[in-house]
């Protein structure tokens, strides 16, 4: 009966940190790994870091766009610093560092960033994140979800 139990328990243990890692995926540059939120609706996107706790060094966000386009960003809500990353298909297009918080500056007042061209997807990291990566425009970028939805 114990073993039933501990295995019943075991189960929903994983089940449940397999849920976490739900939506995440590990993004490759340089081949050093980051492990990153998506956002990939309007409503996840439009809410993006704001309010969230600051980045771990491997730990980001990605933004995916269905179609490349100049998508501005800018730090409403925001209590730390980041980096972003600029990707359009499978390379860094461009990078800001070092962005900076605005707080308390009114919406219409806020810096917006863009990137030097069209992208698909923007990767917001943990501030000087980038020149760790030593990222460079051009740089290959590798995306896979942490888990494969389907498997039994």
């Given amino acids: 009966m114990g073993v039933i139990i501990g295995v019943g328990v075991g189960s929903v243990l994983y089940l449940n940190r397999i849920t976490s890692l739900e939506g995440k995926v590990e993004v490759r540059v340089r081949n050093q790994i980051i492990i990153a939120d998506t956002a990939a609706d309007e409503a996840s996107r439009a809410r993006g870091l704001a309010g ?9 966000m990605l933004f995916r766009f269905d179609e490349p386009g100049i ?46 061209a069209p992208v698909d997807k923007v990767l917001e990291l943990a501030a000087g994140r980038v020149r760790i990566l030593r990222a460079e425009a051009g740089d290959s970028v590798y995306v896979r979800p942490l888990v494969k939805k389907g498997y039994n």
């Fill in 71 to 116: 998508y501005p960003f800018w730090m409403k809500g925001m209590t730390f610093p980041i980096d972003i990353v600029w990707i359009s298909g499978n390379s860094v297009a461009g990078f800001e560092e070092w962005v900076p918080v605005e707080a308390g500056v009114p919406d219409d007042k806020l810096k917006l960033y863009v990137p030097p």
């Fill in 52 to 60: 969230h706790a600051p980045l771990g060094i491997n730990e980001g």
